[in-house]
Nanobody
């Protein structure tokens, strides 16, 4: 059974940091590129960051570049999103996504709220 389980969300003040984790099971994790998306209320889902299967390359949206870092540990079947200098506009549900050939898997999402 394929599972992607996000954790690490919560409420944080502007300027603060959070680290999201996404633990995977049920598929060959090291074959898959991984992505973090987010969706704010009333907005479309937005691609935030992508990391290749080997972890040697990462791409970020302009809105998070320089503040967020995506990483992965293929030995632990886990992908991370380190989020620094958080802003109120980063408030959203964050989803991890795994992609390989025709295979696509989504996690259930974790809420991140940035507010004073």
């Amino acid at each position: 059974q394929v599972q992607l389980v996000e954790s690490g969300g919560g409420m944080v003040q502007p300027g603060g940091s959070l680290r999201l984790s996404c633990a995977a099971s049920g598929f060959t994790f090291s074959n898959y590129a991984l992505r973090w998306y987010r969706q704010a209320p009333g907005k479309e889902r937005e691609l935030v960051a992508t990391i290749t299967s080997t972890g040697d390359n990462a791409i970020y949206s302009d809105s998070v570049k320089g503040r967020f870092t995506i990483s992965r540990d293929n030995a632990k079947n886990t992908v991370y999103l380190q989020m620094n200098s958080l802003k109120p506009e980063d408030t959203a549900v964050y989803y991890c996504h795994a992609w390989y050939l025709a295979y696509r898997y989504w996690g259930q999402g974790t809420q991140v709220t940035v507010s004073s």
